[in-house]
């Protein structure tokens, strides 16, 4: 475990971000992180938004369904959250790109893991 703690923190300092403290007997375990890093409640109203999504513009993944320009929805959504704190407009924006992430016809569209060195920074309490 010491070892994983170590190859994060490895990570972390490569990418500028606070380390963790390592502690001798902390053990971190997968079906752990499985069940903790996940919200089921945000899941659900995503799922419930899509199936009223299925009614208004159409099932996933159907032959001959619209395209939607949905980076620019999430974008303009994502700006609304901002001054409003909808939750609800989060939930728009996990929908917009899982759906285009499974219909987007971008032309370059493809799936390359890799580590661009952009992460999120902490806010200054």
């Not at 219909?103 to 952009?118: A, C, N, R, T, V």
Request: with cysteine; charged share 30%.
């Amino acid at each position: 475990m010491i070892r994983e703690i170590f190859v994060q923190n490895l990570w972390k300092w490569k990418c500028g971000m606070r380390e963790q403290e390592i502690l001798l007997n902390q053990k971190i375990l997968l079906h752990d992180l499985k069940r903790t890093e996940w919200d089921n409640g945000f899941e659900q109203l995503q799922r419930n938004r899509l199936v009223m999504g299925a009614f208004r513009y159409g099932r996933l993944s159907i032959p001959g369904k619209p395209v939607y320009d949905r980076i620019s929805a999430a974008i303009h959504r994502l700006e609304e959250y901002k001054m409003t704190g909808n939750d609800e407009l989060l939930v728009d924006v996990a929908n917009f790109m899982m759906l285009e992430f499974v219909e987007g016809k971008h032309p370059l569209k493809h799936f390359e893991s890799i580590d661009d060195g952009g992460h999120v920074n902490e806010k200054s309490k």
